[in-house]
């Protein structure tokens, strides 16, 4: 088995010789990130430099594509500026392996530093006691800034050391390490602590769709951003153009991950939520968790389609429109003369509605037709109407061409002869409001957020578009007009604009108002170097001056241009707490990865949303068929086995099915209930002393295990005594900024979030950077605290169909110490709390 050595066995000396030796290596290392970044430094500066002077069309093409790649590796640079080293691998041939954050070569191009996705590296992640392939010992490096500050070994062959090496060997179990330390209020890497589940989920391939599937604690989100990591750098060139995207469920979750995947290099990475997937809609309200079941049934396909139809109507008769038959400038101001009134039969615009429905065109692209084909009904009824005019009695059309006559020029339109003559005539109709206004009634151009927002709103379109929803469903769905979109809004969004399309002439007028603004622009700029005297030394172009007039910004990186697109195709697609989104989510996913490249995270167990999966296959076989498979991590690091087995107690009673997994860590405190007394509105009397008293005892034992963890001799300082901060510029910051505070969450009844978080003033802005946080059951999905206070757990439970699962995932948020707070009765399920 793997020899493990603490630190306090053996002689001191072992401890500091090894600390001596890594840190030579580890200067040497962070001697030549330092090279290389202001190498790409430079040459981004010079390529820079160099766009001011002008040149060429191709030229410039060519220093934008340059200009991005020096600025894509001076971020890859500097975001791995934390822990760039943190590990080494020695084989048993006698080959040593660095193994850190990125790859680094030196001046003669070798190898000092191996990326942790290389397959070289792969030996540090998959060796056992049992397995151990080539290695003879692994050791993890624990750094600060750029000190080493800890080695640990692992002894896989002690024959195969040398005598030296073995008298050195020093350390702990690094995972161990690791889930010691406190809560940051932000999510980190764990490259260094990666384990041989996960390592198999991370370097799974790159074809189909792979489900992760793992309970509180065994690190599937993380493992998840570090598969997306392993993915760009192995298939750099397809996803480098085409992007990742990773789906979450809350943007406080998205926070939480920000700093995963930019502190491994990353940064082709798009982050969000459903509720952001639709460009320019950010929803956040919630939906009753009937609206939720309903918005997210695939039977709303139907609706949304029927709503589109129902939004293509025929007049109740025959269309008619009142239109000026002449008009006249008068004191400049126009008068019209004589009207007429026309009419296009409601049989004509039936014919045109239905041959606009068969063409198969989205709503906006067919409305063109429909608009072309009552036009020229109308026109034809103009034409008829003013041959009429010509057969008047010789008294009447005497007196109508007096009136005519009143004006210099007659302008009268031509009769139509033909049916060209009728389409022209149509275009000429089209000029007036009132025909404008009739069609629009009955083809409406209709964008994605209006059709939604005013069916919502409108109790007949809900009826007409859905007959086969129950009454109380299709009242679920009826909300006011303008309310704030939700999460389960955006799906139909985009359903809708899959539906509309667009308008393309709208769209082709839009494409050439910008030529003629852009036209006025070089001319305008052409005058400008005329008068300058610049257009004679050709210093500058009319079209370049006018472009850096009409610049928009600097140039958008991959995940700009996608985050902005809705038809953006992606590389790969990591879907978190997949296990919350609706049979209507998934489509909007699936459009954006039409390659079927997914990584899916979740937990069947957690699911909360009434919408959400029951099975894997439920949700991804109509897309694959059965062609994914399932990766399943089975142990949890984070929750102590103390806390675990009160939480096993919760899932055996909501979801028996279900199983949880084996937690790795025991000897934590007891869970424990305290009863509180109910203030006089039903509030929670003496909560905030309580949460008090948690917090001190987490930042005790946090202190203490910070102590002993980290020998005094080998923390870097400055001047004044303080840690070294890392280098300007990196956007790195030191490891325990936040280690000291600790965290703790308040987990309470959705109904009592407000009420709550009054009770707990606070200075920062974000949730995760304060001390005490107050979330609901949905809001902690996916974080961890040090300590977890839960408050009025049978509300909790009473409070919606997925209550029991909403209690499992508030009593696994804690890595350290769960408190129950209770004014009355505990659930059953909790009986193994200790009273207090």
């Known amino acids: 088995m793997a020899l493990r050595q603490p630190g306090t066995a053996g002689p001191a000396t072992a401890l500091t010789e090894a600390i001596r030796v890594e840190q030579t290596r ?43 790649g020096h600025s894509r590796r001076l971020a890859r640079l500097s975001g791995v500026e934390h822990g760039l080293c943190f590990g080494r691998i020695d084989e048993t041939g006698g080959q040593t392996h660095y193994i850190g954050r990125t790859g680094l070569r030196d001046d003669d191009g070798e190898i000092i530093l191996t990326d942790w996705r290389a397959p070289a590296a ?71 602590t990666i384990q041989t589940e996960q390592d198999r989920v991370i370097r799974s391939g790159l074809a189909g769709a792979l489900v992760v599937h793992g309970g509180p604690g065994t690190g599937k989100t993380v493992a998840a951003l570090h598969r997306a990591a392993y993915l760009l750098y192995t298939h750099r060139e397809v996803l480098q153009r085409r992007g990742v995207l990773v789906v979450g469920p809350t943007t406080l979750f998205s926070r939480y991950i920000a700093q995963v995947l930019p502190s491994l290099g990353e940064t082709d990475v798009v982050v969000a939520t459903l509720g952001e997937l639709y460009p320019g809609v950010r929803a956040t309200a919630a939906d009753s968790p009937a609206a939720a079941a309903v918005k997210g049934d695939l039977r709303m396909v139907e609706v949304v389609a029927a709503a589109v139809r129902d939004r293509q109507r025929l007049p109740a008769g025959d269309l008619q429109v009142t239109i000026p038959v002449r008009t006249s400038l008068r004191d400049g101001v126009e008068v019209v003369v004589e009207e007429m009134t026309i009419s296009a039969p409601q049989a004509a615009c039936a014919a045109a509605r239905d041959r606009a429905r068969r063409s198969g065109l989205p709503h906006n692209t067919a409305r063109r037709l429909f608009v072309l084909d009552v036009l020229t009904a109308l026109a034809a009824d103009e034409a008829a109407r003013l041959d009429a005019l010509v057969a008047l009695p010789a008294e009447e059309a005497a007196r109508l061409e007096a009136l005519l006559a009143e004006d210099e020029e007659d302008l009268r339109p031509e009769e139509p002869r033909d049916a060209d003559d009728l389409r022209y005539a149509g275009k000429v109709l089209w000029a007036h409001p009132a025909v404008r206004e009739a069609i629009e009634q009955l083809w409406p151009y209709l964008t994605p957020e209006r059709l939604v927002g005013e069916f919502l709103a409108d109790p007949a379109a809900i009826a007409s578009a859905a007959p086969q929803f129950s009454p109380a469903e299709r009242q679920a769905l009826l909300r006011p007009y303008g309310s704030p979109w939700t999460p389960g809004d955006v799906p ?91 049979a209507m989510a998934w489509r909007t996913v699936m459009r954006r990865i039409p390659a079927r490249s997914l990584t899916v995270v979740g937990d069947l167990a957690q699911t909360g949303s009434a919408a959400g999966a029951r099975s894997w296959g439920e949700m991804l076989d109509p897309y694959l068929e059965g062609r994914w498979r399932e990766e399943r991590l089975t142990v949890n690091y984070r929750t102590p086995a103390e806390i675990m087995t009160l939480a096993a107690d919760v899932l055996a009673a909501v979801a028996p099915e279900q199983e949880a997994p084996g937690p790795v860590r025991e000897g934590g405190d007891p869970p424990r209930a305290v009863r509180l007394d109910a203030g006089a509105k039903g509030g929670v009397t003496g909560l905030p002393a309580l949460v008090e008293a948690e917090l001190a005892v987490v930042r005790a034992s946090l202190g203490e295990a910070e102590s002993a963890a980290r020998p005094a001799s080998a923390e870097p300082e400055d001047g004044d005594g303080r840690a070294s901060p890392p280098p300007e510029g990196t956007g790195a910051a030191p490891e ?71 209690l499992y995932v508030a009593v696994t948020r804690a890595t350290r110490r769960l408190t129950v707070a209770h004014t009355g009765a505990l659930p059953d399920m909790l009986s193994r709390l200790e009273r207090h």
Do not use: N
């Open 736 to 806: 325990a900024a936040h280690v000291a505070g600790g965290r703790l969450a308040v987990i309470v009844p959705d109904a009592r979030h407000a009420e709550v978080a009054a009770l707990f003033p606070h200075t920062a802005a974000d949730v995760l950077d304060r001390p005490v946080a107050v979330l609901t059951p949905a809001a902690a999905k996916g974080l961890e605290f040090d300590a977890v206070v839960v408050v009025e757990p049978a509300e909790i439970l009473a409070q919606g169909p997925m209550g029991g699962r909403d």
């Open 26 to 68: 580890l200067t040497h290392l962070y001697g030549r990130l330092d090279i290389l970044r202001e190498q790409a430094r430079s040459s981004l500066a010079a390529v820079l430099a160099a766009g001011q002077a002008g040149g060429p069309h191709q030229a410039r093409i060519e220093r934008d594509v340059s200009a991005a």
């Open 122 to 192: 792969r030996p540090f992640y998959t060796a056992s006691p049992g397995d151990p392939g080539p290695l003879a010992r692994r050791r993890h490096l624990r750094t600060h800034g750029r000190a080493v500050v800890g080695v640990d070994d692992e002894v896989f062959d002690l024959d195969r050391l040398s005598e030296r090496d073995r008298r050195g060997l020093v350390g702990e179990a690094a995972l161990m390490a690791a889930l010691r330390r406190g809560r940051t209020g932000r999510m980190g890497e764990v490259v260094a």
């Open 492 to 582: 139909l969004l985009d359903e809708a604009a899959e539906l509309l399309g667009a308008d393309i002439a709208e769209e082709r007028a839009a494409r050439e108002a910008e030529a003629e603004r852009w036209r006025q622009e070089e001319a305008y700029a052409r005058g400008v170097l005329e008068f300058t005297g610049l257009a004679e030394e050709e210093v500058m172009e009319a079209g370049m001056l006018a472009g850096r007039h009409h610049d928009p910004g600097p140039e958008t990186t991959t995940a700009q241009r996608a985050a902005a697109d809705r038809t953006w195709a992606y590389g790969h697609v990591i879907v978190d707490e997949a296990q919350e989104l609706s």
